[in-house]
């Protein structure tokens, strides 16, 4: 991504997590994470990211989601001899469409891009409204996307090891922190 | 407390969170916590709680103070096998004073009345605006009091386990959720 499109990125960010009342530091502003996970098209397919905290026990981040955003289906494995990452989602803003493995709901809501069909593989759709919440069990397939508006999404989690993320897209790299140069 | 008191604490609870722009499900704000620590003196000692989870991996918690009120000095320590609770406050509206160990501040900020001058025993001041968080290591004595206009407090942890609290003021309870009948 270009320097120009983080910056507007982080932007517009800014302006979601205002309309969510949620306020950061300069520092956690400088620090926003833009993933587009290696795809180069985050307009669709990446997440924004503020980790509030991430220990050996304890994880909190705020997740932004522009509108109709997607965060692509993966699950968190057992890492040595701890469970998978154990998360819940709660909507602080916008609306948010969860899907998880179970009965496919008919007519689904999201809107998923043709050539990246077949990554997506669990239809079993949850609607976040603001004060909604959902906790997903350890190494449970789910993707995300934000409704028309995006949505602003606090993840209570136990520790957050992203390197061993197995996304579903093969073509996804779950890189560090892109930064403005 | 009677009814008419835990009702209108609940109230005041959710007025402050609305100014945090945080939104509860109908069944969160049906069980708002207000704790009064079996002091009943609830302005001056006391916490109300949003619970958002507490598994046996991760707890995430709304805290709300009353303008002054004070959430008394106790640690977490270490319950079986494991450490004792790992926590952060992050402070999301008004302003929070928190104290843990440490040289004391000259001037602190805290009012405290003074028949329980002696159950605050931990001084460093430590003042966290919107935005603004700390993270106390396991079995640390701390305690909070909100400033002039109240707080809302997010607090990410690990598990908590309330009953195992150690308080130093010996006239605590820590009682389980009082309900309204």
């Known amino acids: ?9 982080r932007e517009e960010a800014l302006e979601l997590l205002k309309k969510a009342g949620i306020v950061l530091t300069p520092q956690e502003v ?4 833009i993933a587009d996970l290696g795809l180069n098209r985050l307009r669709e397919i990446g997440v924004q ?28 494995p057992a890492v040595m001899d701890e469970q998978g ?5 709660r909507c602080r803003w916008g609306r948010l469409y969860l899907y ?39 190494d449970t397939l789910h993707w995300l ?3 028309p508006e995006g949505a602003v ?3 209570f989690s136990s520790t957050s090891r992203d390197e061993f993320d197995v996304f579903t897209d093969p073509d996804i790299r779950r890189l560090p922190n892109q930064e403005m140069s």
Chains 1, 2 share one sequence.
């Open 85 to 89: 990452k154990e998360e819940t989602f």
């Open 145 to 147: 996307q934000a409704g």
């Open 100 to 138: 998880v493995p179970g009965e496919p709901t008919p007519s689904p809501r999201a809107n998923i891009p043709q050539d990246k069909k077949e990554t997506f593989t669990v239809w079993k759709e949850i609607v976040l409204n603001p004060g909604e919440q959902y906790m997903l069990p350890p």
């Open 30 to 33: 400088e620090n926003i994470e």
């Open 1 to 9: 991504m270009s320097n120009e499109e983080l910056y507007r990125a």
């Open 49 to 76: 990211i503020v980790v509030y905290v991430n220990t050996d026990r304890v994880c909190a981040k705020e997740l932004i989601l522009f509108p109709g955003q997607l965060c692509p289906e993966h699950r968190h």
């Open 153 to 155: 999404v606090s993840e």
